[in-house]
């Protein structure tokens, strides 16, 4: 899939959804997963990037958990941006907020520009791994020294494992969307290794992806609880929030502390 249809894609979800989280995506667990686990690194005070923020739906979760000095969004898509901004002045937030157009591979900001800036589910959208390493420059390049950033993305390897244990019992391999080119962990550590740039990856999602990407299958019936609505999604994001590790969620974060 060319870069052009994946923004036509997203400009289409914008339209299509205004300010519900389905803009992005439908997994509502998954969703508040990511923004707290994101939400750890930001605090009181800091000036805050969304990059790929969609109709703004994660950004007002932070602003509201968070007394920020400001929250920017910016994302390539026009439509979520016009959604973003809809949605803005329905909300009675007191922070200084705005959401732009611009491309994680060519951000717009100066250098070190803000204290924490993150992704969910962006840098997977870009279709090369040389595109793929120039966000992460960019999305670093942004970032005062001392401030974080947090890349929440999509891995192949806990893909290729959650697959491996549906193949055991005969369940339909789990594929990536055709927007979507999922992150080789191994190959972004070596990379991060070799630019002696300090990580760290939070592997929050595994013991969700367990439950509702490969136990709800073999448990409850497809059809009496479809999509994200069964209720051992629920079940096994609230043990998520207890338990975590193992290597099998697919949304996992790298937080990398500036120096
Ligand atoms: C899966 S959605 C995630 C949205 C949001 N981060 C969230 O957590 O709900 C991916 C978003 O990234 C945006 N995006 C994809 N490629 C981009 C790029 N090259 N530059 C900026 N935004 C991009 C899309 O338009 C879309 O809104």
Request: contains cysteine; hydrophobic residues 40%.
């Amino acid at each position: 899939m060319s870069q052009d249809h994946i923004k036509q894609y997203w400009e289409a979800q914008g339209q299509t959804h205004g300010d519900s989280h389905w803009a992005s995506w439908g997994d509502n667990w998954m969703i508040d997963l990511e923004i707290s686990t994101i939400g750890k690194y930001i605090r009181d005070g800091d000036a805050v990037l969304d990059i790929g923020c969609a109709n703004g739906f994660a950004a007002f979760r932070q602003a509201q958990n968070h007394k920020l000095a400001s929250i920017t969004g910016v994302d390539f898509a026009s439509a979520m941006i016009g959604a973003a901004q809809q949605a803005k002045s329905k909300q009675k937030l007191d922070v200084k907020m705005e959401f732009v157009e611009g491309d994680v591979r060519a951000l717009q900001f100066p250098d070190a520009t803000f204290d924490v800036a993150y992704t969910s589910r962006v840098l997977i959208n870009l279709p090369t791994w040389e595109q793929q390493i120039q966000g992460i420059t960019e999305c670093i390049r942004v970032v005062k020294p001392g401030g974080v950033v947090v890349l929440s993305e999509g891995f192949w390897e806990p893909l290729a494992l959650l697959n491996s244990l549906r193949l055991l019992v005969k369940l339909p391999p789990l594929v990536e969307h055709d927007f979507n080119r999922y992150l080789k962990q191994s190959k972004l550590t070596e990379y991060l290794k070799k630019e002696s740039i300090e990580f760290e990856i939070e592997d929050y999602s595994s013991i969700y992806y367990l439950g509702s990407r490969f136990l709800r299958e073999l448990v409850t019936d497809p059809n009496a609880y479809p999509g994200f609505s069964n209720p051992v999604n629920k079940f096994f994001y609230e043990l998520e929030q207890q338990f975590s590790g193992g290597g099998m969620g697919i949304q996992q974060a790298v937080v990398i502390k500036k120096k």
